[in-house]
């Protein structure tokens, strides 16, 4: 399958756009986003999602629904894509950290977004193939180093904003460290026996934290080497 879907997928694309937005409205009592915006339902009607999922699983590449990505690990629902998008917001000259690179596919919304996008991403195979996929999508604004997203990116912070696609038992430091002041983190935080907790994490200009918990969600876990 080329860059162009069929015209199955087109109709499935758009079905879930409608899903996305319908679901935004379901859970604005929680989130506070009965709406997302045109730039990020734009981002997500853009973003070829069946180039990021194996192709045994393109069947249901425009399902609102995660999928099995390989090595034990899943591209994210939809939904929760656009969400977690809406909730950092990123402006067109924001860098964005992500940690947890896994398909690219969040990668990608976000890099047709913001300026540049770095990723971290623990599983060499899965850094490596996101990396070549985002080349052949022309995504010449973003960068995936293999590595602990626990310890973040020192060398290219500070960040306007981080987003962070696994489980994290506890706010890393290093995460809230990397953050520039008036920038937002958004977390799933919890065990990953469990449903996490999805928080937006602010710094405001003085370096304070501010945190809310914005929806229970399901991510794989974080992996900390340390621990
Ligand atoms: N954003 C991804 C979601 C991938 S699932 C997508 O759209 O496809 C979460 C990813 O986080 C997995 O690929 C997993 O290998 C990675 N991960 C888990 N612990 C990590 C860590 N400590 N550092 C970097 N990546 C990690």
Not at 30 to 39: I, P, W
Not at 162 to 184: C, D, F, S
Request: proline content about 7%.
């Amino acid at each position: 399958m080329g860059d162009k879907p069929a015209s199955a997928d087109e109709a499935a694309r758009q079905l879930l756009l409608e899903q996305v937005a319908a679901e935004a409205s379901e859970t604005a009592g929680l989130t506070g986003c009965a709406h997302f915006s045109d730039r990020v339902m734009r981002a997500l009607a853009t973003v070829p999602r069946h180039r990021f999922v194996p192709v045994e699983q393109r069947t249901w590449a425009y399902a609102d629904r995660p999928l099995p990505i390989g090595h034990g690990q899943t591209i994210s629902q939809p939904f929760i894509v656009a969400l977690m998008t809406e909730l950092l917001a990123p402006d067109p000259q924001a860098t964005v950290l992500e940690i947890g690179a896994g398909s690219g596919y969040q990668t990608a919304v976000l890099a047709s977004l913001a300026r540049q996008v770095y990723s971290v991403e623990r599983i060499p195979e899965l850094a490596h193939s996101a990396e070549q996929r985002l080349r052949q999508l022309q995504f010449d604004n973003v960068a995936i180093r293999v590595g602990d997203g626990w310890d973040g990116w020192a060398n290219c912070a500070p960040f306007d904003g981080i987003m962070v696609t696994a489980a994290a038992e506890e706010v890393p430091p290093a995460l809230l460290r990397q953050l520039k002041p008036g920038g937002r983190l958004v977390i799933p935080v919890g065990h990953h026996h469990c449903t996490q907790d999805l928080r937006v994490i602010g710094k405001d200009a003085q370096g304070r934290i501010v945190s809310r918990s914005v929806l229970p969600v399901v991510f794989v876990p974080l992996v900390h080497e340390g621990e």
